[in-house]
């Protein structure tokens, strides 16, 4: 089962913007649900952001609403989080995953998802 691959990660000030980006091989395209969690240290895992195609609808965390957004673009097969207003707890390693779901949930939690990026850090420096 062919993983994820995600770009995008990298250091920006507070208050900057990032684009993560996640590229969905050809099987995993099928899938129906796409979401964006994050990972700080001694944290657990915590879904940021969620995306049902079939539907359209999202989810976000709270400390993320206003200032992320996830998105598709099915032409390139790729998904993306468009993170603004960056702050210094925004800084995390970074996963992209997907999986089916059905046609009315926008699933947040990690069990949910079979399909996994390789991560990718980014950190927000004050």
């Known amino acids: 089962q062919a993983p994820l691959v995600q770009s995008g990660g990298d250091s920006v000030q507070a208050g900057g913007s990032l684009r993560l980006s996640?590229?969905?091989?050809?099987v995993t395209a099928r899938r129906k649900c796409m979401a964006w969690f994050r990972q700080a240290p001694g944290k657990e895992r915590e879904g940021v952001a969620s995306l049902n195609t079939r539907s359209g609808a999202t989810e976000?965390?709270?400390?993320?609403k206003g200032?992320?957004?996830i998105s598709r673009d099915n032409t390139k097969d790729m998904f993306y989080l468009q993170m603004n207003s960056l702050k210094p707890e925004d800084s995390a390693m970074y996963y992209c995953a997907a999986d089916w779901c059905k046609d009315d949930v926008v699933p947040m939690q990690e069990d949910a998802f079979g399909f996994w990026g390789q991560g990718t850090q980014v950190t927000v420096y004050s």
């Open 60 to 64: 976000y965390t709270d400390s993320v």
């Open 22 to 26: 996640c590229e969905i091989p050809m």
């Open 67 to 69: 200032r992320f957004t």
